[in-house]
């Protein structure tokens, strides 16, 4: 028990950031999503550039990034007639935060356990 007196104690998060966090989750639940979070993470594209290095339709695409975009962990700039999207500094640390779910950085992924 953690000695707490009510259900208003610090000791998870409050009910909005597990409801936003579940949100994210979800997101991130689907592979396509995260295949262009990860393309994002390497640099900026446009949606053809998206469609050339994955299997996903341009529409596809799109509701993907919109998807994305409403979680905060991309956004778009218009560069002539194309929007070229990016991953957001919040976007960065998710990527951070799944990598080190996967075994990939971090201090210990390196060393041998044992």
Not at 1 to 19: F, H, I, P, T
């Amino acid at each position: 028990m953690c000695g707490c007196s009510s259900k208003k104690c610090n000791c998870c998060c409050s009910k909005s950031e597990l409801r936003q966090l579940s949100q994210n989750l979800n997101i991130l639940s689907v592979k396509s999503r995260l295949d262009i979070l990860f393309l994002l993470s390497a640099k900026p594209h446009c949606v053809a550039d998206l469609e050339s290095h994955t299997d996903l339709s341009q529409s596809l695409i799109s509701h993907h990034l919109a998807d994305l975009g409403k979680t905060g962990l991309v956004c778009g700039r218009r560069k002539g007639k194309f929007v070229e999207y990016e991953i957001t500094q919040k976007g960065k640390k998710t990527i951070e935060a799944l990598t080190l779910m996967i075994g990939k950085g971090g201090e210990d992924s390196g060393r041998k356990k044992g």
